[in-house]
């Protein structure tokens, strides 16, 4: 009897983890293999620890850079416990297929976020070129996106708040990505400084916000309050960059206590996500709001 109760126990155990999402089962399983792993591996300590310090001292300043920049993000990841953390092998858009470029995988993300979230209407603050901006239409054809740059080059100099990242303020070919394209007829370009912007025309009626304009904290507090007044009742908000400005990381975790769902980052990319739709317990409307993902 005790020997059929254990037979049972081991099968609903194997059947918990067969149930597991892919990146949860991976740190479910790592969780109970790191200290003999890590045992296991004691005698490569001395060559890896000579390895580091060789590659720090004559690496260059490229694998320097690497190295710091990855043990920094990490560092920001956990010093902000109210940003969940999750895989994008959690959030079942595996089945989800997006075409562009790969060069910022980002980019491919949100496209896949906008066509599960079946979006209509999107608005984009920060055009640039307008990659992002061909690529959201052009993956959603249902969706019009509204993108929101400075008019001109010499618009710079009149701006309420300090912009970031000056490589952007050189030549100024807004949009150039979707000029003449099939989808630029579902693209509106709007021209102003986002933090004097009249967005009241878009007020509710907003199903993603992509914030992607100055890095500057004064800008991104900015951009969010008006991202917040535009969202529809189904309404998304995407920071890019989060881990990569002092600004937007600052921005995203005061806010994520005070608001009414879990704002989260995917891991692996530069995206950080606040959303009135269930998307960490399967309420994806493309996927017709199907059972909860485990946890």
């Known amino acids: 009897m005790l020997r059929a109760a254990h037979g ?9 983890l067969l149930r ?32 580091l310090a060789r590659t720090l001292i004559t690496g260059g300043q490229g694998s320097r850079y690497r190295l710091l920049g990855h043990i920094w993000l990490e560092l920001q990841r956990f010093l902000a416990p109210g940003v969940l953390n999750v895989d994008l092998a959690d959030l079942r858009m595996d089945t989800t297929l997006v075409e562009g ?30 990659q992002t901006t061909w690529l959201l239409a052009h ?7 509204f993108t929101l740059d400075l008019p001109t080059l010499d618009a710079v100099d009149h701006l309420k708040y300090e912009v970031t990242d000056p ?32 967005f009241s025309p878009y007020h509710g009626k907003i199903d993603l916000v992509f914030i992607d304009g100055s890095h500057s904290m004064d800008y991104v507090r900015s951009d969010t309050d008006a991202a917040f007044r535009m969202l529809s009742d189904r309404g998304t908000i995407v920071w890019d960059d989060y881990l990569y400005y002092p600004g937007i990381y600052r921005v995203v975790n005061e806010l994520s206590p005070l608001v009414d769902r879990p704002v989260f980052h995917i891991v692996g990319t530069r995206l950080a996500v606040y959303s009135r739709v269930d998307i960490l317990n399967g309420g994806w409307p493309a996927l017709k709001h199907g059972p909860p993902i485990p946890r």
């Open 167 to 198: 490589e952007y303020f050189v030549v100024w070919d807004r949009g150039a990505r979707f000029r003449g394209t099939p989808e630029a007829g579902r693209i509106t370009q709007l021209f102003g400084d986002s933090a004097t912007f009249d």
């Open 101 to 130: 470029d790969v060069t910022r995988h980002c980019r491919l993300v949100l496209g896949a976020l906008c066509k599960l979230l079946e979006c209509r209407n999107v608005f984009e603050i920060g055009t640039y070129l307008g």
């Open 139 to 145: 993956n959603n054809p249902d969706a019009h996106v």
């Open 20 to 51: 597991l999402t892919p990146g949860r089962l991976a740190r479910r399983l790592n969780g109970q293999r790191v200290g003999p792993q890590l045992w296991a591996n004691r005698h490569l300590i001395a060559s890896i620890s000579a390895g």
């Open 8 to 16: 049972d126990d081991q099968s609903r155990k194997a059947d918990d």
